[in-house]
T-cell receptor, first 116, second 115 residues
């Protein structure tokens, strides 16, 4: 079956540094990937839609300059948290689907970011 | 705007008992509805989805859900809980314009299973 791989699974960084999270579709091409953020014991909030070869579409309230998204190939999207602060600590999850209408989403295993 | 409401942030059952997790949706157009399961520190796994075919949808791991338009509900059930069912469950909705991809999630229900 389809697999979405997310790396790293956890990362600790110092305040002010930047962190890059990768999301790969391992056995299918994904022109669209999605990035979610999940606070402890809360639901997933869609941050942005990553489009291969074009700019990402950000949800209202998400700072595009802070959360940089790059979707340079059909199998890889990256989320970079720039100048991280402790309030950016969260669980980040990506998802992707085959480039077929109404193909279900497959989720990565998430990345737990802790900013100290 | 679409939304889903999950009643009960926690549900506790005994092993072998019926599992019932509630989800009500709000949508101005016929929706697509989903149930996902999340184990600690992992992503989400699709349990089942409703796409306007049969109103009773069977999913993986013995779970099923029934779409009831009159009640705007899509409750998740399993006849007999297993210890391995303990996890967080999310109901989600999307509309026919965005298909299966742009989902709006509920706040989740943590299922606790005791021996």
């Amino acid at each position: 079956g389809a697999v979405v791989s997310q790396h790293p699974s956890w990362v600790i960084c110092k305040s002010g540094t930047s962190v890059k999270i990768e999301c790969r579709s391992l056995d299918f091409q994904a022109t669209t990937m999605f990035w979610y953020r999940q606070f402890p014991k809360q639901s997933l909030m869609l941050m942005a839609t990553s489009n291969e070869g074009s700019k990402a579409t950000y949800e209202q309230g998400v700072e595009k300059d802070k959360f940089l998204i790059n979707h340079a190939s059909l199998t890889l999207s990256t989320l970079t948290v720039t100048s991280a602060h402790p309030e950016d600590s969260s669980f980040y999850i990506c998802s992707a689907s085959r480039d077929i209408s109404n193909s279900p989403l497959h989720f990565g295993n998430g990345t737990r970011l802790t900013v100290t | 705007a679409q939304s889903v409401t999950q009643l009960g942030s926690h549900v506790s059952v005994s092993e072998g008992a019926l599992v019932l997790l509630r989800c009500n949706y709000s949508s101005s157009v016929p929706p697509y509805l989903f149930w996902y399961v999340q184990y600690p520190n992992q992503g989400l796994q699709l349990l089942l989805k409703y796409t306007s075919a049969a109103t009773l949808v069977k999913g993986i791991n013995g779970f099923e859900a029934e779409f009831k338009k009159s009640e705007t509900s899509f409750h998740l059930t399993k006849p007999s809980a297993h210890m391995s069912d303990a996890a967080e469950y999310f109901c989600a909705v999307s509309d026919r314009n965005t298909g299966f991809q742009k989902l709006v999630f509920g706040t989740g229900t943590r299922l606790l299973v005791s021996p």
